[in-house]
């Protein structure tokens, strides 16, 4: 399965920015995209792991619930 790196926009807009085979490529991929960022870009940069685009879309919307304080 790919690695796929994603923008996610205020609002929840999500824009497919790579994809790659290997962990290692997709995170120095997000990084540099990181790095080059303008201060006033909101958009968080993120890497999904899923079977297909759709999928890692899917992922990235979901909302998770924080953990109860103290559990690890």
Do not use: C, H, N, W
């Not at 991929?29 to 958009?43: E, G, I, M, S, V």
């Not at 968080?44 to 999928?55: G, P, Y």
């Amino acid at each position: 399965m790919p690695y796929y790196v994603f923008a996610v926009e205020p609002l929840g807009l999500l824009r497919k920015l790579a994809e790659f085979e290997a962990f290692k490529d997709a995170s120095a991929q997000a990084k540099a995209l990181r790095a080059q960022q303008p201060p006033d870009d909101r958009a968080s940069i993120r890497v999904m792991f899923a079977a297909t685009a759709l999928e890692a879309e899917d992922l990235l919307l979901q909302v998770r619930e924080p953990r109860p304080a103290g559990e690890e």
